[in-house]
């Protein structure tokens, strides 16, 4: 029987409209820009999730064996299964760098999208790429996309522009993939890379569970009946442990009560999707779904995103405030005009991605490079994590480091 969940999860990061939403549906079949918003802007707003088989022909020589079809189109032989893969698509807007950064949290690797026909880099290709050392993905792959409607020497040219690009990152010795999204050119070349760039991380089903919540759901159509209406759902990554059908749940922060303190939830898991089917047991990989017998309301418009759930008493602790280390980048990037990082000050605000999650931290105390934040919204935490930290920089927030927690 075929693997059901994915192995791991690739990001697709990169600049607005370079073709991260295209290249998905060319890789898979599934256009993942399906809110009303989206489909009217063209562009990601939220996470773009789709699921994928790579596999490959064992009688056709490389690269054109790598495929996602069940059987091959150049012999008609069936394809071997290599691995299922979870992409995560994220949103490369400079408004959106919130919820790319919770989607980094989640990715095993990623793929770099650079559109040959901009010159490179744009704002956010930098700022992704950041992004992705900060959060500490270290596996990317670099695709050159739309070189079908550049020339040959635009194509060269962007090429070298890649190069000087990535030269003291984490994407230095990343294979540049040149590929026509649009056309599904190098789609053969690029799985196979992905195969050998992107590995599966070692992971620790025996470990008490523990997930990262990235969407949430009210999966019940306007209108439902009371005796008809489904429970909450929840998205995410598991990263340890497993989750078994009519296992208890919590999710953590949870929700305010009418003092507003926070109170987590608990609830009996009645229903297991990973890989768009219901299974009965989950373990740690893939993007997978979680039902529940929670309020269908407190599940609506992604408002426990951000969450952490697993086993009732073996989550990390809700924090309302912390210290950390702060490390701090060299320049502000996503802007034209980069600046230099400003040391921290007392009492600003700081956007703090902390796994998912993403709050506001103001700044109570600053002794060298440990900070202490107040948080506007709690997080789930362990000491030691590390959080993306992010400053006001004009009417945007951007990139400037990462703290660990301690």
């Known amino acids: 029987m075929a693997k059901v969940q994915s192995d791991v999860n ?5 600049h607005v409209d370079h073709g991260k939403t295209t290249l998905t549906k060319a890789l898979s079949g599934v256009w993942t820009d399906t809110h009303s918003e989206e489909t009217k802007r063209g562009i990601s707003i939220r996470l773009g999730y789709a699921d994928i088989v790579f596999r490959k022909c064992t009688n056709c020589e490389e690269p054109i064996s790598y495929t996602t079809a069940e059987v091959c189109e150049h012999c008609g032989s069936k394809n071997e299964v290599l691995r299922k893969i979870s992409f995560v698509d994220a949103p490369g ?5 919130a919820t790319m950064l919770s989607g980094a949290a989640i990715m095993d690797g990623a793929v770099l999208v650079i559109a040959a026909n901009e010159y490179c880099p744009q704002p956010q290709t930098k700022e992704h790429l950041m992004a992705l050392d900060v959060i500490g993905v270290k596996d990317i792959i670099v695709v050159q996309n739309k070189v079908d409607i550049v020339s040959k020497e635009r194509a060269i040219e962007s090429y070298h522009e890649i190069l000087d690009f990535v030269q003291g990152t984490n994407a230095e010795d990343a294979p540049i993939i040149p590929i026509s999204a649009q056309q599904g050119v190098n789609m053969d070349i690029l799985i196979k890379t992905i195969e050998e760039v ?3 991380p070692k992971r620790s089903p025996r470990k008490s569970s523990r997930m990262y919540v990235a969407r949430s759901f009210d999966i019940n159509k306007p209108g439902s009946k009371p005796d008809s209406l489904k429970g909450s759902v929840i998205g995410g990554s598991l990263i340890q442990g497993t989750l078994k059908l009519g296992d208890e749940i919590e999710i953590k922060p949870g929700v305010t009560d009418k003092n507003n303190e926070w109170v987590s939830l608990t609830s009996e898991i009645v229903g297991l999707n990973a890989g768009g089917k219901d299974v009965d047991k ?9 039902a529940t017998l929670l309020d269908p309301s407190l599940s609506k418009a992604d408002s426990l995103s951000g969450s952490i759930a697993g086993k009732p008493g073996t ?3 809700v924090l309302n405030n912390f210290s950390m280390e702060a490390f701090l980048l060299e320049r502000v990037v996503g802007i034209e005009n980069e600046k230099d990082v400003e040391p921290i000050r007392l009492k600003e605000p700081l956007m703090i991605n902390c796994g998912t999650t993403t709050t506001v931290g103001v700044v109570n105390k600053v002794k060298g490079s440990t900070v202490d934040v107040v948080l506007k919204l709690p997080v789930c935490a362990d000491p030691k994590q590390r959080v993306a930290l992010s400053r006001r920089v004009g009417a945007r927030w951007r990139l400037i480091g990462y703290g660990i927690i301690q």
């Open 10 to 14: 690739i990001g697709l990061v990169g």
């Open 93 to 97: 807007h400079e408004t959106l760098m």
């Open 198 to 200: 992107i590995k599966t």
């Open 282 to 290: 989950i373990g740690p990989g893939g993007l997978i779904g979680v």
């Open 315 to 317: 989550l990390p602790p």
